[in-house]
């Protein structure tokens, strides 16, 4: 009878291990060696030919070591980041945007630049045909910023579509007026990360999508 059958044991060959073509430190040693073995006796090599080599040898394999250390550090801090990404979903950011999304039950706040030597700043609301909404007051909160809240009442005290809407700010500098950046806040709908440079963005209640390192605050 056969052992194999009562065994249960495959007959099939082993698999046959693939030599790799990469020079390993064994197999340098080896080369190294069997050039000291066969070296011409009137004419030996110089040691340190031998030791420069030894020390080339190393060095590459300091070099490819520390590559991949390094290839580990570089994965653990974007899984770190794309980790405190997801934690802003649902949250609310503070980023550079004319188009806000109008949402039930939200206020709409933002922050524009206090430009120097303005008589007055304003924010405007405007639906997407164009047409004036609202008009917003702002407040000087420091640090050379102003803020502006949006409760969602038209100029009539209405309540306006919950829809995507556009600001813009102006500021009154003597006689002119100067349009400045608007800052609104808008809420994280979802992390996204690219695959091939890892960069990790934020796609807003907006349907637009900031890189996180452009997030200055959050809420």
Avoid: C, H
């Avoid at 394999?61 to 653990?76: E, F, Q, Y």
């Avoid at 206090?114 to 045909?129: H, I, K």
Wanted: aromatic share 4%.
């Amino acid at each position: 009878m056969s052992i194999d059958k009562i065994t249960g044991a495959s007959t099939a060959p082993l698999p046959v291990k693939k030599k790799s073509d990469t020079l390993g430190q064994e197999d340098f040693l080896k080369i190294l060696v069997a050039q000291m073995n066969n070296q011409d006796p009137t004419n030996p090599a110089d040691n340190a030919e031998f030791l420069g080599q030894m020390a080339q040898f190393s060095m590459v394999s300091g070099i490819n070591k520390l590559g991949t250390s390094m290839d580990g550090v570089a994965g653990t801090v974007d899984a770190s980041r794309s980790l405190q990404a997801s934690a802003l979903v649902d949250r609310e950011v503070l980023v550079e945007s004319s188009t806000v999304r109008l949402e039930s039950g939200r206020t709409l706040d933002g922050m524009v630049t206090n430009v120097p030597g303005a008589t007055a700043v304003n924010v405007q609301v405007r639906d997407l045909a164009g047409n004036l909404v609202k008009t917003l007051p702002v407040q000087d909160i420091g640090n050379q910023r102003l803020a502006f809240s949006w409760d969602g009442s038209n100029e009539a005290g209405e309540p306006a579509l919950q829809s995507s809407y556009t600001l813009t700010a102006t500021a009154l500098v003597g006689t002119e007026q100067k349009k400045i950046p608007v800052y609104s806040f808008a809420r994280v709908k979802s992390v996204q990360v690219n695959p091939d440079t890892q960069a990790v963005s934020l796609v807003l209640n907006n349907d637009e999508s900031k890189a996180l390192n452009t997030i200055s605050q959050y809420r």
